[in-house]
């Protein structure tokens, strides 16, 4: 303003011309005051920064003192320098020291704290080394070297800010303020704006400055002297790792022996439980609350939440043993009641036999000694509900309700042993009067099946096999009966204690009896069976069982007949053994040709096959009728390896049908899933192609054998068709599935207006896909078999068009 109001034309502040203020003694003026404020802002910077370096140093004492075990927290002493004091030193108390900066003492991440656990284990040795690089290798171990220095322990806690954060912030405050000197406009610019711009008054030091260098590396060097000071307060906080790691549940899981089943006994639990109480203690005596203070040099540790969220951890670990131990009284409690009352039903149990009745007095004999070993558990569940009171634990009015009840069950239990020993010695003498009356029925029944086994000698006439075929039915069915109750008496016999009555004479007419057995039901059989596989229809022969019949009669003749021959009494049921044997022999050659064309497989181009190797029209059709007899009128006989050369491939080329038929029934229930839409997009996605995925992999490899096979040849236009389709649904569902994975992704995009304008180009792009989607999805829904919708034509190309489409959309968001 004075110059302003000058009347000298000499300080002329509305001069226009930058000529004429270079010559004027404005100029010289304002040069002259801009040189002064350069040395005062020079001044002022230096002693500005200088005041905040020391400030910091201030903060920071000359050294720090830790206490010793859970009391190091709260003794922490700060020492300053004081020449007043005696010593020239000061201890400043935890309430009266300031700090600048409060940082959270935090537990460590246990992914990290692994990492690095790992990161410090030794190499595993490798056992695979050649010679030369063992030998090698010891060359160096022999060699001098230097000790590597340890590495340093690895800590479970950390502070929430890391301390070169700190430093940082220091240092950008400082920055600030030295920047606060660069940005000053001189005089000139302000006074004549017109002429002079832009111009900044220079503060005449630079951020390189030796002086200004200095002063940061004594901020950085009051940051680093306090670093060893938090690493020693993260080594004292560090006893408590164990309580970082600690997963609550997966401590009493250990302690309860988990799927292991070495479950802890209670009183390791109860110590377990003391000793995480303990342990809760100490803790909180370490780290004090949020209303003590921890100053470290200028820093001041919270240590409240991790207080908070570690004994949080024993409060859980400690009512998860204590769960555990209510718990386990309860199982015990239900156990041993459960085994009492088992014992009372078993005793309410009435016996209808002396099997049942020795069943019992077993019982009752190994009460005394199951009674002994409940004994303990009872008194284990009683001194385990003592132990869970003494910790205040409270237990339902239930469990200590059945606590009383199992311990006076022992008494009940032997009250009600004496009065069924009484009752099992009544039923005893009735069960041992009824057998005697038992067997002496028996004795007479087995003198009838004497006499009938005998009789049997006098059938020597074939004429009457069917009836004595039967006879020989009924009596096999006598003897089975006979067996059953000899073992019966014996067995009782001995539960009686009485001497086992000798029956022997039942095995010997067993013996008499075998040949007359074996003889008259293979007649039997064969006479059955020779008119309904001669002339019955050929269809209806099972060959496995006609098979069977033949040679397994022809050997039990074989064997009657060597038994019989030497009695000259049984010369004429010998001569009926030999008859029917004879029979059966002449049959047998039959059996391959029946095996043959008995076979599931044979179809009409293989009797067609075998019609012209034979030269003879042969089938289900053939004139004469389609019997065992009419084909080997035919002679069929003669081309028996024809045959079954005919019908082994016919039973190769079945399996393969069977196995194409059932790949295709395997398809005929698989659907899609569209029981409901996909979130609000209002259409649907696939589900259930997991199970498709998996027979698509199985079939096409079974297909593709298939194609391989010499047996292929009737069905291999099906197989080729079947190998087609199985592609293409591969193909379509794999096309399929991907460009549903694109469409999820893309479809909340691109549902946002903003995004549709944004991107013109890839929106008009994914609109056809979502058209295309939409309208498949509808008709998939209609039609959801996954072997037909996935083998429409045009669905691959389709889908194939669209993951093109989806592509260059993905690319245009990236």
Same mark, same amino acid.
């Given at each position: 303003?004075?110059?302003?109001?000058?009347?000298?034309?000499?300080?002329?502040?509305?001069?226009?011309?930058?000529?004429?203020?270079?010559?004027?003694?404005?100029?010289?003026?304002?040069?002259?005051?801009?040189?002064?404020?350069?040395? $005062?802002?020079?001044?002022?910077?230096?002693?500005?920064?200088?005041?905040?370096?020391?400030?910091?140093?201030?903060?920071?004492?000359?050294?720090?003192?830790?206490?010793?075990?859970?009391?190091?927290?709260?003794?922490?002493?700060?020492?300053?320098?004081?020449? =007043?004091?005696?010593?020239?030193?000061?201890?400043?108390?935890?309430?009266?020291?300031?700090?600048?900066?409060?940082?959270?003492?935090?537990?460590? /991440?246990?992914?990290?704290?692994?990492?690095?656990?790992?990161?410090?284990?030794?190499?595993?040795?490798?056992? &695979?080394?050649?010679?030369?690089?063992?030998?090698?290798?010891? $060359?160096?171990?022999?060699?001098?070297?230097? @000790?590597?220095?340890?590495?340093?322990?690895?800590?479970?806690?950390?502070?929430?800010?890391?301390?070169?954060?700190?430093?940082?912030?220091?240092?950008?405050?400082?920055?600030? %303020?030295?920047?606060?000197?660069?940005?000053?406009?001189?005089?000139?610019?302000?006074?004549?704006?017109?002429?002079?711009?832009?111009?900044?008054?220079?503060?005449?030091?630079?951020?390189?400055?030796?002086?200004?260098?200095?002063?940061?590396?004594?901020?950085?060097?009051?940051?680093?002297?306090?670093?060893?000071?938090?690493?020693?307060?993260? =080594?004292?906080? /560090?006893?408590?790792? &164990?309580?970082?790691?600690?997963?609550?549940?997966?401590?009493?899981?250990?302690?309860?022996?988990?799927?292991?089943?070495?479950?802890?006994?209670?009183?390791?639990?109860?110590?377990?439980?003391?000793?995480?109480?303990?342990?809760?203690?100490?803790?909180?005596?370490?780290?004090?609350?949020?209303?003590?203070?921890?100053?470290?040099?200028?820093?001041?540790?919270?240590?409240?939440?991790?207080?908070?969220?570690?004994?949080?951890?024993?409060?859980?670990?400690?009512?998860?043993?204590?769960?555990?131990?209510?718990?386990?009284?309860?199982?015990?409690?239900?156990?041993?009641?459960?085994?009492?009352? @088992?014992?009372?039903?078993?005793?309410?149990?009435?016996?209808?036999?002396?099997?049942?009745?020795?069943?019992?007095?077993?019982?009752?004999?190994?009460?005394?000694?199951?009674?002994? *070993?409940?004994?303990?558990?009872?008194?284990?569940?009683?001194?385990?509900?003592?132990?869970?009171?003494?910790? +205040?634990?409270?237990?339902?009015?239930?469990?200590?309700?059945?606590?009383?009840?199992?311990?006076?069950?022992?008494? #009940?239990?032997?009250?009600? $042993?004496?009065?069924?020993?009484?009752?099992?010695?009544?039923?005893?003498?009735?069960?041992?009067?009824?057998?005697?009356?038992?067997?002496?029925?028996?004795?007479?029944?087995?003198?009838?099946?004497?006499?009938?086994?005998?009789?049997?000698?006098?059938?020597?006439?074939?004429?009457?096999?069917?009836?004595?075929?039967?006879?020989?039915?009924?009596?096999?069915?006598?003897?089975?009966?006979?067996? @059953?109750?000899? =073992?019966?008496?014996?067995? +009782?016999?001995?539960?009686?204690?009485?001497?086992?009555?000798?029956?022997?004479?039942?095995?010997?007419?067993?013996?008499?009896?075998?040949?007359?057995?074996?003889?008259?039901?293979?007649?039997? &059989?064969?006479?059955?069976?020779?008119?309904?596989?001669?002339?019955?229809?050929?269809?209806?022969?099972?060959?496995?069982?006609?098979?069977?019949?033949?040679?397994?009669?022809?050997?039990?003749?074989?064997?009657?007949?060597?038994?019989?021959?030497?009695?000259?009494?049984?010369?004429?049921?010998?001569?009926?053994?030999?008859?029917?044997?004879?029979?059966?022999?002449?049959?047998?050659? #039959?059996?391959?040709?029946?095996?043959?064309?008995? #076979?599931?497989?044979? +179809? &009409?181009?293989?009797?067609?096959?075998?019609?012209?190797?034979? %030269?003879?029209?042969? %089938?289900?059709?053939?004139?004469?009728?389609?019997?065992?007899?009419?084909?080997?009128?035919?002679?069929?006989?003669?081309?028996?390896?024809?045959?079954?050369?005919?019908?082994?491939?016919?039973?190769?080329?079945?399996?393969?049908?069977?196995?194409?038929?059932?790949?295709?029934? /395997?398809?005929?229930?698989?659907?899609?899933?569209?029981?409901?839409?996909?979130?609000?997009?209002?259409?649907?996605?696939?589900?259930?192609?997991?199970?498709?995925?998996?027979?698509?992999?199985?079939?096409?490899?079974?297909?593709?054998?298939?194609?391989?096979?010499?047996?292929?040849?009737?069905?291999?236009?099906?197989?080729?068709?079947?190998?087609?389709?199985?592609?293409?649904?591969?193909?379509?569902?794999?096309?399929?599935? =991907?460009?549903?994975?694109?469409?999820?992704?893309?479809?909340?995009?691109?549902?946002?207006?903003?995004?549709?304008?944004?991107?013109?180009?890839?929106?008009?792009?994914?609109?056809?896909?979502?058209?295309?989607? +939409?309208?498949?999805?509808?008709?998939?829904?209609?039609?959801?078999?996954?072997?037909?919708?996935?083998?429409?034509?045009?669905?691959?190309?389709?889908?194939?068009?669209?993951?093109?489409?989806?592509?260059?959309?993905? *690319?245009?968001?990236?």
């Amino acid at each position: 303003q004075s110059l302003q109001t000058a009347t000298v034309k000499w300080f002329n502040t509305n001069e226009t011309s930058l000529e004429a203020y270079r010559s004027s003694k404005l100029r010289t003026l304002l040069v002259c005051s801009r040189l002064m404020m350069s040395n $005062a802002f020079l001044l002022l910077g230096e002693d500005n920064l200088t005041r905040f370096a020391e400030a910091m140093e201030a903060l920071v004492p000359k050294r720090l003192e830790l206490g010793e075990g859970t009391h190091a927290l709260r003794e922490i002493r700060n020492i300053i320098t004081d020449p =007043k004091a005696d010593n020239g030193e000061k201890v400043l108390e935890p309430f009266f020291k300031q700090t600048l900066f409060r940082v959270e003492l935090m537990a460590s /991440d246990l992914a990290v704290i692994e990492a690095q656990l790992a990161a410090q284990a030794p190499p595993p040795d490798d056992k &695979d080394k050649k010679g030369k690089d063992k030998k090698k290798d010891k $060359a160096k171990s022999d060699a001098p070297q230097e @000790d590597a220095p340890p590495p340093e322990p690895v800590l479970h806690f950390e502070l929430g800010t890391k301390a070169i954060e700190f430093k940082n912030a220091l240092l950008s405050a400082f920055e600030r %303020g030295l920047s606060a000197f660069q940005d000053v406009h001189s005089v000139e610019s302000v006074l004549l704006p017109h002429l002079i711009r832009d111009d900044h008054l220079d503060p005449n030091f630079k951020p390189k400055d030796p002086w200004v260098e200095a002063l940061r590396e004594r901020i950085g060097d009051a940051c680093a002297k306090q670093d060893p000071w938090l690493k020693e307060v993260l =080594k004292v906080v /560090d006893q408590f790792k &164990d309580l970082v790691k600690m997963d609550p549940e997966e401590y009493v899981k250990q302690a309860s022996g988990g799927d292991r089943g070495d479950s802890k006994s209670p009183k390791d639990i109860r110590q377990m439980i003391l000793g995480l109480q303990q342990r809760q203690r100490d803790l909180m005596e370490c780290f004090p609350d949020e209303r003590e203070p921890i100053p470290v040099g200028f820093y001041r540790i919270e240590t409240g939440f991790v207080r908070t969220q570690l004994s949080e951890k024993l409060d859980i670990a400690v009512q998860l043993l204590l769960k555990h131990l209510g718990e386990q009284l309860d199982n015990d409690i239900k156990s041993a009641t459960g085994m009492f009352t @088992d014992m009372f039903e078993k005793l309410k149990t009435e016996v209808s036999n002396i099997e049942e009745c020795s069943d019992m007095r077993e019982f009752l004999k190994s009460i005394p000694g199951e009674l002994a *070993k409940l004994k303990g558990g009872v008194q284990d569940a009683m001194d385990l509900t003592e132990l869970v009171e003494e910790l +205040r634990h409270v237990l339902p009015a239930e469990t200590l309700d059945a606590r009383w009840e199992m311990f006076g069950a022992s008494g #009940n239990i032997k009250v009600k $042993a004496t009065k069924c020993e009484e009752y099992l010695d009544t039923k005893q003498k009735e069960f041992l009067d009824k057998q005697i009356g038992d067997q002496k029925s028996f004795d007479e029944r087995l003198t009838k099946l004497e006499e009938v086994i005998d009789n049997f000698g006098q059938y020597q006439d074939i004429a009457q096999v069917r009836e004595v075929a039967e006879k020989v039915k009924q009596t096999n069915e006598e003897i089975k009966q006979c067996q @059953d109750l000899v =073992k019966e008496f014996n067995s +009782r016999e001995v539960l009686f204690d009485r001497d086992q009555t000798d029956y022997s004479t039942l095995g010997a007419m067993i013996k008499n009896f075998e040949p007359y057995a074996n003889l008259w039901k293979t007649a039997g &059989d064969w006479v059955d069976n020779k008119e309904k596989w001669l002339d019955g229809t050929f269809d209806e022969i099972d060959p496995r069982y006609c098979e069977n019949e033949v040679t397994g009669g022809i050997r039990l003749l074989f064997k009657t007949i060597r038994s019989l021959k030497e009695n000259e009494d049984m010369k004429a049921i010998v001569q009926i053994a030999e008859q029917i044997k004879a029979e059966l022999e002449e049959f047998k050659p #039959n059996l391959p040709l029946i095996v043959g064309l008995r #076979n599931e497989g044979m +179809r &009409d181009r293989h009797w067609s096959q075998i019609s012209e190797k034979c %030269g003879v029209q042969v %089938g289900p059709e053939m004139e004469g009728g389609f019997t065992l007899s009419r084909l080997l009128e035919v002679g069929l006989l003669s081309f028996v390896q024809e045959v079954s050369d005919v019908g082994d491939r016919a039973g190769k080329e079945f399996t393969l049908e069977k196995t194409l038929n059932k790949m295709k029934a /395997d398809w005929e229930p698989l659907l899609f899933d569209f029981s409901e839409k996909y979130r609000k997009t209002n259409t649907y996605i696939l589900k259930g192609d997991g199970e498709a995925m998996a027979l698509l992999d199985e079939h096409i490899v079974t297909t593709q054998a298939m194609m391989f096979s010499t047996f292929k040849g009737p069905f291999e236009q099906d197989i080729d068709e079947w190998n087609a389709r199985l592609l293409r649904v591969s193909e379509t569902l794999e096309e399929w599935l =991907k460009c549903q994975k694109a469409w999820m992704y893309l479809e909340p995009i691109f549902s946002s207006d903003d995004i549709m304008r944004q991107l013109p180009t890839e929106g008009k792009r994914f609109k056809h896909v979502d058209q295309t989607w +939409r309208l498949e999805m509808g008709r998939t829904k209609d039609n959801p078999k996954i072997i037909d919708v996935c083998a429409t034509e045009g669905l691959l190309e389709r889908w194939r068009e669209c993951n093109i489409l989806l592509d260059m959309v993905q *690319k245009g968001l990236e």
